[in-house]
């Protein structure tokens, strides 16, 4: 049954990146577990970001809300999707991780629905985040790896987990994807 179930998964997911067309296609569920998608912040130059609540990197959340402050009002935001994928540092429901972003680290940015990054049950936007048509190619390689997507949902460019939000690497990456409005 498990590995029926596991087919499944990699066959909706194929069907899914297929069909989807754009990152803005996927279908994704927000952290209170309401249907939505990327195509509800089309215009906007996003972060996208696989968080966990105890891992080494969690004090990342506070460069990321810094980032989503700055960089608001021009079109920009941070993306949070939860992930349990390594060590299992992403162990709570969705109301524990709601719960824990807001009054340990302030997050203001959505945050989404845990999914996996990696894995027979990769979610959709991952595979296609990661998968060989992607510039940016091959697996997560823990968590807060992050990505840069335009204006036009295209993937700009991606960062390894130890990459600080908040150094000039990743700045200069979100401030040039802003600027080529």
């Known amino acids: 049954m498990k590995f029926a179930i596991i087919l499944l998964s990699l066959i909706l997911v194929q069907i899914v990146s297929v069909q989807a067309g754009s990152l803005y296609d996927i279908p994704l569920k927000d952290i209170d577990g309401k249907p939505t998608s990327l195509a509800a912040y089309k215009g906007k130059v996003l972060l996208i970001v696989n968080v966990a609540s105890k891992c080494g990197n969690t004090p990342q959340y506070t460069a990321l809300e810094a980032m989503q402050k700055k ?4 079109g920009f935001t941070v993306l ?7 060590a299992g540092q992403e162990p ?4 524990q991780i709601k719960e824990f972003c807001s009054s340990t680290y302030s997050v203001t940015f959505p945050l989404f629905e845990k999914l996996h990054v990696k894995g027979p049950e990769q979610h959709p936007l991952y595979a296609a985040l990661t998968g060989k048509e992607s510039p940016t190619p091959g697996p997560i390689d ?7 997507i335009s204006r036009d949902g295209k993937i700009i460019t991606r960062f390894k987990a130890s990459t600080k939000p908040d150094t000039q690497e990743v700045t200069s990456a979100v401030e040039a994807a802003i600027a080529a409005k």
């Open 142 to 148: 823990w968590n807060f790896a992050k990505f840069v």
């Open 92 to 95: 709570g429901s969705a109301e």
């Open 71 to 74: 960089y608001e009002s021009q």
């Open 80 to 86: 949070g999707f939860p992930c349990n994928d390594f």
